[in-house]
């Protein structure tokens, strides 16, 4: 896929997102550009792998980095659907990506200039050009109907619960 523009890079890793929600895991996708193509795609793998690691950047760096054959993908724009945490605007600036695109802001664990901004830290070797909001309503959207469906049914296991074996 050709990905001419910030909003066609935030459709394909909105398209990932939409993979970790089948999984029913955090809906988070996220794609890696160079020269138009992607080269590394991720999304949420965190319940299904048992990793705390298993971030949709993570993972597409390290897609990416085999695609390319090299750690410094400094050529490269990362799309994600919500703002990096600490761990993963980390590992963006040590990965040496030129640029980040991201839809929602995350206001609880955002690391690009919410809570904190890892990304823009002028005492760190490498920065990151940002851009943020890119499809914010359709990415926002997504994550709040995952969490409103999560506390609908917590509400209700928690309302009818399984009749005790020894009645």
Known sequence: MLVVDDTAGM???LREAHASLARDEVPIGCVIVHDGMIVGRGHNQVES???ATAH?????????SNALGSWRLADCT????LEPCAMCAGAIVLARLARLVYGAADPKAGACGSVLDVVGERRLNHRV????GVLEPEC?????EFFR???KAALRLAEDPA???GD
Do not use: H
């Not at 990362?78 to 659907?81: K, M």
């Not at 050009?129 to 943020?132: A, G, I, L, S």
């Not at 926002?140 to 709040?144: H, I, N, S």
């Open 11 to 13: 459709r394909a890793a």
């Open 49 to 51: 792998l048992q990793d």
């Open 56 to 64: 949709a950047e993570v993972l597409a760096i390290g897609a990416a």
């Open 78 to 81: 990362l799309y994600v659907t």
């Open 129 to 132: 050009e940002v851009t943020r």
């Open 140 to 144: 926002g959207e997504l994550l709040r």
């Open 149 to 151: 469906k999560k506390r």
């Open 163 to 165: 009749p005790d074996p």
